[in-house]
Nanobody, 114 residues
Framework: QVQLVESGGGLVQPGGSLRLSCAAS????????MAWYRQAPGKQRALVAD???????NYADSVKGRFTISRDNAKNRVYLQMNSLKPEDTAVYYC????????WGQGTQVTVSS
């Protein structure tokens, strides 16, 4: 079993920044891809960004140039630096890893509003 705990969400004004963190613990053998997803009210959960163990990254078009995903393999942590936030970035953000099956964190709320 893998446990994921997210932190760093909150309320921020448009144009502001937030940094999300996700710590993985438990029976971790080899996690290749770590990812961030988000789910806005009334919408399906969607990929925001992912990163391989080697550092290759992939971003949703809507966040390219504004968000940066990174990870610390030694600490089994993944981060999401979010800059130039927009109201449409408001959502619950979930950390995700795959190790035999999908694991999800509990989610952290990000609200972008003036």
């Amino acid at each position: 079993q893998v446990q994921l705990v997210e932190s760093g969400g909150g309320l921020v004004q448009p144009g502001g920044s937030l940094r999300l963190s996700c710590a993985a613990s438990g029976s971790i053998f080899s996690i290749n891809v770590m990812a961030w997803y988000r789910q806005a009210p009334g919408k399906q959960r969607a990929l925001v960004a992912d990163i391989t163990r080697g550092g290759s990254t992939n971003y949703a078009d809507s966040v390219k140039g504004r968000f940066t995903i990174s990870r610390d393999n030694a600490k089994n942590r993944v981060y999401l630096q979010m800059n130039s936030l927009k109201p449409e970035d408001t959502a619950v953000y979930y950390c995700n890893v795959i190790q035999g099956r999908n694991y999800w964190g509990q989610g952290t709320q990000v609200t972008v509003s003036s």
